[in-house]
């Protein structure tokens, strides 16, 4: 019994759409947390974060929670399926806020810690003098 072509298109449709889902899933999953090593405000509204990630990596703010005390801010980074050589690169962020920083403590949401304050701008924002 031979299978007609337009079974034959159906069939090989359905495989291209289970293992294009399945690749982006794995590529979902191994991605995760990245710390945020410290945080810059800008402006009352406007605050610069720095973070490490990969070469090859897609990282990005993923989240930003406000309360009247903190603002919790997590990043998360998808990892390249394809192997990448060499070290962290030092990466920013700006994050708006809907209201003033104030005295308001800033936390890494994936490490549930307090987010060192920096006066300083890269290489070295956590050198002697800049916290």
Not at 15 to 23: D, Q
Not at 30 to 38: F, K, Q
Not at 40 to 45: F, G, K, L
Request: charged share 15%.
């Amino acid at each position: 019994m031979a299978i007609s072509r337009p079974k034959l298109g159906l069939m090989f449709m359905i495989v291209v759409v289970i293992g294009t889902g399945l690749v982006i899933g794995a590529i979902a999953a191994s991605g995760g947390a990245v710390r945020i090593d410290y945080y810059r405000v800008v402006d009352p509204h406007t605050l610069v974060i720095g973070a490490e990630t990969g070469k090859g990596e897609w990282t990005r703010v993923a989240s930003v929670v406000e309360t009247s005390s903190t603002v919790t801010i997590t990043v998360r980074s998808l990892r390249s399926p394809l192997p990448q050589g060499g070290s962290g690169l030092g990466i920013e962020f700006v994050v708006n806020l809907a209201k003033p920083i104030g005295s308001r403590t800033v936390v890494d949401g994936s490490r549930s810690q307090v987010v060192e304050f920096t006066r300083c701008l890269p290489p070295t924002p956590l050198r002697e003098g800049c916290l």
